[in-house]
């Protein structure tokens, strides 16, 4: 099948193995999703085991890998949990099968989960961030850093007032560490590119769904590796945040979601999202009035 618009801005109630097939080849720009995590959600969806997990998402990842563009992005928001006291291995033993599949994994995000539950556990602290790891199929991908960059700061007025020979040129490190940075073209501007690391709180009113994420995360990613009208496909888009997202940043979506009533909250929330779009436009919409 050639043509994606029969997929294009719906939710598709559908085991997404089934879906993946019916799509074009080379047609979709961003994949996002968190899927279900090893033996979690049970009650939702069944629960995979964490011993039989990476032979359970390796046939979708073949799928994602022949539906994406050659220049587009895949981010697989997933953490290992606990097993026998310790944590499992599944989650890197999936990353060095999927690098045997010809996916490059080019960076691991890390999601500060601001808001985490206190609690007490006999041997470590409360989990407190979740991996989101960004997998391409060539070197060189769409990437655009300009949408996500972030105020300097108040700090820059006095640390780059009083730059060091040092800060002045880029040399190797005293330490031997690699080249050390040019401090001083950062100066006079007024934004510079992020990190690695997103802080941002969990999604409290979780939508009626078990695992929700806050949409700002994949607003985040969606804005860094994609342009207006690029397609975004969710293989697991449970209550529909990538879907919200990419309506609020207008790009086309593919939403694949299992279960029926976590379709219906997804188009609820989807219904919400067009009004609140076709507002702005108007100029009815005010966020100081929220």
């Not at 969806?45 to 994406?68: A, C, H, M, N």
């Not at 780059?160 to 950062?186: A, E």
């Not at 709180?201 to 806050?214: D, I, K, L, Q, V």
């Amino acid at each position: 099948m050639d043509d994606l618009s029969s997929f294009v801005d719906r939710i598709i109630e559908a085991d997404c193995r089934d879906v993946l097939e019916a799509l074009p080849t080379d047609s979709v720009d961003l994949i996002i999703t968190s899927p279900p995590y090893a033996e979690r959600r049970s009650k939702t969806y069944g629960g995979v085991k964490v011993d039989e997990y990476v032979s359970w998402f390796l046939p979708i990842t073949q799928q994602l890998q022949r539906v994406l563009k050659p220049e587009g992005s895949f981010i697989l928001n997933i953490k290992e949990p606990v097993v026998d006291g310790e944590r499992h291995t599944f989650v890197l033993e999936l990353i060095v099968e999927m690098r045997k599949q010809g996916w490059r994994w080019v960076e691991e995000y890390c999601w500060h989960k601001k808001n985490c539950y206190p609690g007490k556990w006999p041997n470590r602290f409360r989990d407190s961030w979740e991996r989101c790891l960004h997998f391409t199929l060539n070197k060189k991908f769409a990437m655009y850093q300009e949408a996500v960059m972030v105020p300097m700061g108040e700090w820059r007025h006095k640390r780059l007032s009083k730059l060091s020979d040092t800060d002045k040129q880029r040399d190797t490190s005293k330490v031997g560490s690699g080249f050390g940075k040019n401090v001083s073209n950062w100066v006079d501007r007024p934004m510079a590119y992020p990190t690695n690391v997103l802080h941002l709180a969990t999604e409290c009113s979780n939508r009626g769904h078990s695992a929700a994420f806050p949409v700002e995360i994949p607003k985040w990613f969606i804005k860094l590796f994609t342009q207006s009208n690029d397609v975004v496909l969710d293989p697991f888009v449970g209550s529909g945040t990538t879907a919200v997202a990419c309506e609020e940043l207008n790009r086309r979506y593919i939403g694949i979601e299992l279960k029926a009533e976590y379709c219906q909250i997804a188009r609820d929330r989807l219904q919400g999202a067009t009004q609140l779009t076709l507002w702005e436009k108007k100029g009815e919409y005010n966020v100081n009035s929220i």
